[in-house]
């Protein structure tokens, strides 16, 4: 009868579905246990019992979700998302448990599990795909004191969704004027800086003086705007009917966008402020109502014409005249006056180039929502080209709305001097020289130009040092002839802050307005209630990356090159843009990654998005998609080591790797790390984490509040389950100066506490005081726990030898000493049954089992179900003494298999570096 030693040199395949308990045939099942609790498989194939976690932190309120902020590896917090009173709040923790600030938030407890985080730098951004996007901040206050806070993302222009190109639907930007606050007639008075819009309307031909209106007239009159041309000249009501009227004017005064107020007409039926839709020479077009008490229903086609004598100024007459009286829009009131008309005398209004402030935007058709309140919106507006002579010194144009890329170009004059184009980003306070080009003595005329980047920027033209060329100067004189040209369609960007009407919200000027603007060419904005919020983020190529909305759902929207805030999209290569994914069904955008590629994960595949140049800057121009996998994502942030991207697909059970491909670089594949062990995440996966020191390692937690981890080395791919005591809330890794470290979020007994996998005794919850003197009333936070074991200098104690009342400790008779107080944990570790003791023969029977292992603790071992005798000897825990091997009384008549369980709850480590079996065959 032959001897046949087996040994069980690595446990590398983790634990594995009980399907696979007699899976002999499998090379993994060698490898492989039927149960691995709190004894993961490290990198070389051994299983370790974990580390017990060290008490940071207990929380007054409910824990729901932690996560890490890494600023250095010397300056970590822990970010703890609590429960108060139905709201969310956020504490921020130092490594030592100190709780240094409390924000609040806009989540709901529902809602946190749904949130992504992305950190770069000082800041953290937060997505749910239900919120707006807010950003956690490390700043230093006005104090210069390290501070907290929490705030929506500051989106300074865009993202938007489609232009819209149907003319009959318009938008108009009104100024919100004020109202003057007393009347004389048809005289307003107003308050000191009250601004108002001048409305062109003059008094002419009576012998008056002029007089001109703002759209701030009484409450009762309100701007009116036909719902769409279909609807022109249909009753509405019982009394009004709605009319185009074609207006002859004085002059060529008007232009689109241009208010008006019509008053005073013979029976009173024009009386209204109205935005003038289309002008020309000698002409003006508007809509205007008309009321009747009549049931008369006029054709839509019925269309009124009202042409008004038009009577040179100074002339006397009683016919009513329109021209404009002053060259500025805006204007604002110094002091209370009740007399003085607008802009007429200047001790009392001042001129004012550009408005920035509450504006009502008004359609002729239903477009606005509620949902729409704190988006974007913007308004397209004509492409200006102005130009001017300059030959003073200080000479300034007035300032223009700008972005993107504005020339300055000289031709035709001769000129001495320093042409600037300035810009300024706060509405003309202070102004920058982006740009500039010098004459000396009439020797240059050309171009220049600057990148504008802001939204809502002004650009205006300044002379400097102006000196005329010598010698004879020519017909027209000596001047600089400019011109400005924008290269990018221009836009007035607001936002929204109030709904009205299906027809008129609130917004706040992004871009300074020069006067009243409107156009059928709009867009409103991709983030808000209506349309939804990213649900994933990523940073790549420097752009700050969003996608998975509702209204656009595959839809990939990327910022300017560094700059976060700017979702404004143009023409230059670093400017933002948005692509769809090319998908045959409306998927939607789970998660993001920026790697090589942009990975993008999507409901029904995984795709990458790239520059198809690596040379040139990844942008509209450049990028290219191309499609990977089809398992089809789950809304579960994924995780990224050595090239391998971790993600959960649909059902949440399952966690595949994506792999850059050794030869197409551009191509990725995917495998399934679960499969072997898919027992454990029938619970489903809410999180992962990645932890890489001191081998990568991936931390899941599970929907139930279970979780588990696991190895990913060169030669080991293994699962283990993890059991700490209470319901996980989630598990995470932060930094260390001795490399990563586990932490997690856990409830115990109904309270939350702030835990970190930490060497030391064996114990969970663990808390630890130093004492100096009598050991006496310590207070001790995890003292209502269940099963919790008290140690002096790593010495259990007796129940009978400390006394523990409200919290407090007290062990007679001992001082100077170091208290700890935790709860234990156990592992359990049940290799597969080697099934197979020898090569061939009649029988087979076990004789001897031995444990290999490193320093540990005393186990207790059962062989096929009964306990089995584990010695003691200098091989178990003992730090000073050297690893050994632990021989196992085998009882007798184990034959053809064997099952091997090795379980522990004591306060020191364990570690098996194999199993040995001696194996006698015969035939």
Not at 35 to 63: F, I, M, Q, S, W
Not at 202 to 222: H, I, M, R, Y
Not at 564 to 583: I, R
Request: charged share 20%; glycine share 8%.
């Amino acid at each position: 009868m032959a001897t046949i030693p087996l040994i069980r040199r690595t446990f590398s395949a983790g634990e594995v579905s009980p399907d696979l308990h007699h899976r002999s045939d499998l090379e993994a099942y060698a490898q492989a246990c039927k149960k691995l609790l709190n004894a993961p498989v490290n990198d070389r194939g051994l299983v370790e019992r974990r580390y017990g976690t060290r008490l940071v932190a207990k929380l007054d309120k409910p824990g729901l979700r932690a996560i890490p902020f890494k600023f250095s590896v010397e300056e970590t917090f822990q970010l703890v998302f609590v429960e108060n009173a139905g709201a969310v709040e956020l504490e921020v923790y130092t490594p030592d448990g100190t709780r240094v600030k409390t924000l609040s938030t806009v989540y709901t407890p529902a809602g946190v599990p749904r949130l992504q985080y992305l950190q770069q730098g000082d800041v953290i951004w937060l997505s749910d795909g239900e919120s707006d996007i807010y950003r956690i901040e490390r700043y230093r206050n006005s104090a210069g004191d390290i501070d907290w806070r929490v705030r929506q993302h500051p989106f300074s222009g865009g993202p938007y969704l489609d232009v819209n190109v149907a003319e009959h639907i318009q938008v108009y930007a009104l100024p919100a004027i004020h109202t003057p606050n007393t009347w004389t007639g048809l005289t307003p008075a107003y308050n000191a800086m009250d601004i108002v819009y001048c409305a062109t309307i003059g008094n002419e031909g009576d012998g008056a003086a002029a007089k001109l209106w703002s759209t701030a007239w009484p409450a009762q009159v309100q701007p009116w705007f036909a719902r769409s041309h279909e609807n022109i000249g249909r009753r509405q009501d019982k009394y009004t009917y709605y009319f185009k009227l074609r207006i002859s004017c004085y002059g060529d005064p008007f232009e689109p966008g241009d208010v008006v107020r019509l008053f005073g007409t013979p029976d009173n039926a024009y009386d209204g402020t109205f935005v003038i839709l289309e002008a020309g020479a000698g002409y003006f077009t508007l809509y205007a109502n008309q009321s009747y008490v009549s049931d008369t229903v006029r054709a839509a086609e019925d269309w009124q014409e009202v042409t008004v004598p038009t009577v040179p100024a100074g002339t006397s007459g009683q016919a009513r005249a329109f021209r404009v009286d002053v060259p500025h829009k805006f204007w604002r009131a110094k002091s209370a006056t009740t007399t003085e008309p607008v802009a007429a005398n200047a001790a009392y209004w001042d001129a004012l180039d550009t408005y920035v402030g509450t504006v009502n935007l008004v359609s002729n058709h239903p477009v606005f929502e509620a949902g729409m309140v704190g988006a974007a919106f913007q308004i397209i507006r004509e492409t200006e080209a102005p130009g001017d002579d300059f030959n003073v010194t200080g000479e300034a144009s007035k300032p223009y709305p700008a972005h993107g890329e504005v020339k300055l170009q000289t031709e035709g004059g001769v000129w001495g001097g320093r042409l600037e184009l300035q810009t300024s980003t706060n509405n003309g306070a202070t102004w920058e020289v982006v740009a500039s080009m010098v004459a000396e003595d009439g020797d240059y005329n050309g171009t220049t130009s600057a990148d504008i980047e802001q939204p809502g920027s002004l650009v205006r033209v300044v002379m400097k040092e102006w000196k005329a060329p010598t010698g004879t100067a020519p017909a027209e004189g000596f001047q600089c002839k400019w011109k400005l040209e924008f290269s990018s369609v221009q836009y007035l960007h607001f936002v929204i802050t109030g709904y009205v009407s299906e027809t008129e919200v609130e917004a706040a000027c992004v871009t300074p307005l020069t006067s009243v603007a409107g156009s059928y060419l709009w867009a409103e904005g991709a983030f808000c209630d209506k349309n939804g919020y990213p649900r994933a983020m990523a940073i790549f190529e420097e752009r700050l990356i969003f996608g998975g909305t509702q209204e656009r759902p595959s839809t990939v929207y990327a910022s300017r090159t560094n700059n976060y805030e700017h979702f404004l999209e143009d023409k230059l290569e670093t400017s933002a843009f948005s692509v769809p994914m090319a998908t045959t069904s409306n998927d939607e955008i789970r998660w993001l990654l920026g790697v090589r590629h942009l990975l993008v994960g999507l409901d029904n595949s995984e795709r990458v998005l790239y520059g198809r140049d690596e040379a040139e800057a990844f942008s509209a121009q450049n990028a290219q998609q191309r499609p990977q996998t089809y398992r089809g994502s789950a809304e579960v942030q994924v995780v990224t080591n050595d090239g391998l991207v971790y993600f959960v697909p649909v059902g949440q059970q399952r966690i595949l790797t994506l792999m850059q491909g050794e030869v197409d670089v551009d191509s990725y594949r995917s495998s399934d790390i679960t499969y072997l062990a898919p027992h454990l995440f029938s619970a489903g996966i809410r999180y992962m984490s990645l932890a890489r020191h001191p081998h990568p390692r991936i931390y899941v937690t599970l929907a139930d509040g279970s979780c588990c981890v696991y190895t990913d080395s060169e030669l080991v791919k293994g699962w283990a389950a993890l059991d700490y005591g209470g319901t996980v809330r989630n598990v995470f890794s932060n930094y260390s100066t001795a490399g990563d470290e586990v932490w997690l979020l856990i409830e115990r007994e109904g309270v939350s506490f702030l835990e970190k996998e930490e060497d030391g005794l064996y114990l969970d919850c663990r808390h630890e005081v130093a004492v100096t003197g009598a050991v006496t009333d310590i207070p001790l936070p995890n003292a209502a726990l269940d099963g919790l074991v008290v140690f002096c200098d790593g010495v259990e104690l007796a129940d009978d030898e400390y006394t523990l009342a409200d919290g407090l400790l007290t062990v007679p008779g001992k001082a100077d000493c170091t208290v700890t107080a935790g709860v234990r944990f156990t592992y359990d570790i049940q290799p597969t049954n080697p099934v197979e003791f020898g090569d061939s023969g009649k029988y087979k029977s076990a004789s001897h089992v031995t444990l290999y292992l490193g320093p540990s603790g005393k186990p207790t071992v059962e062989i096929n179900g009964h306990p089995a005798e584990v010695p003691e000897g200098p091989n178990l825990y003992n730090p000073a003494l050297l690893e050994g091997i632990i021989p196992v009384n085998v009882t007798s008549g184990h034959t053809k298999e064997l099952s091997v369980r090795i379980t522990g709850n004591d306060h020191h480590p364990f570690k098996l570096r194999g199993l040995g079996i001696r194996a006698l065959g015969g035939a």
